[in-house]
């Protein structure tokens, strides 16, 4: 679906710049909530080459400022990959807050770690970053 | 808060490279979830330089991808801009996902844009842009 506006499909477009198409989510949160997708496809996130990572979130930087401009309190910008992903071309929403609109954001049940679980955890994903800048003592 | 951790608080850091650090949220949404900040103190994702998008950003999909190499079914990055922002230092979440999880993620309520309103709020993005890639019919 995000090919075919790529490819002329319609939709209220809101930026159109070299490999970056914005247009509103036509199921919003709020109104002005933006989806911002790379006009390749790119499945995921995790597949997002390091060519398009600039473009891509400086397009999502300059949309947040865009919608605080139209009056939005600040934004919420968020990318589901994979678990939750609707569509499976890379979007990024960017929808506009205000104080007391309602969405629960961040407010959900946070859980805790158990003693040397969350080092465990650090020291995995050290591992698949192939980095460990913090020697254990 | 997220200053002293760049200036050596203690805290689960999971990659240190350049402008940018990474370190366990204390209070996760899941076990793994990340929090990726700039070094410099850029209070929201309004402020952040160019210089730093695709730093910051490169960060967030290589450990997105380290979380699913650590077992996740995927992954939910996001960050609050004024509204729900905890810290006032920019801070993108990346939190593991498994299906069923039980995170809400996207499946809040939506709502509908009465004729003519979703144009009229995509040229206002587009106003304040300063760019018209969609010219009226």
Redesign the interface.
């Known amino acids: 679906v995000f090919c075919g506006i790529v490819a002329g499909a319609p939709a ?6 070299g490999p970056i198409l914005a ?2 989510d ?7 909530h ?1 989806l911002v997708v790379p006009k390749t496809h790119v499945p ?3 597949d ?1 080459p ?1 060519a398009l ?2 473009p ?3 397009a ?11 009056g939005a ?14 569509v499976p071309h890379l979007h990024v ?1 960017v929808v506009p ?3 007391g ?1 309602g ?6 049940p ?4 158990e003693s040397g ?3 465990a ?2 020291q ?3 591992h ?2 192939f ?1 460990d ?2 020697p254990p003592d």
Chains 1, 2 share one sequence.
């Open positions: 209220h477009r809101v930026l159109d710049e247009f509103l036509t199921s919003p949160l709020f109104p002005g933006v995921t996130l995790v997002l390091d990572t600039a891509l979130f400086t999502v930087r300059r949309i947040a400022r865009a919608l605080e401009a139209c309190g600040g934004s919420f910008v968020a990318t589901n990959t994979r678990v939750s992903q609707s929403h807050r205000t104080r609109d969405l629960r954001g961040f407010f959900w946070r859980v805790r770690y679980q969350a080092e955890w650090a995995a994903i050290r698949e970053l980095v800048p913090q």
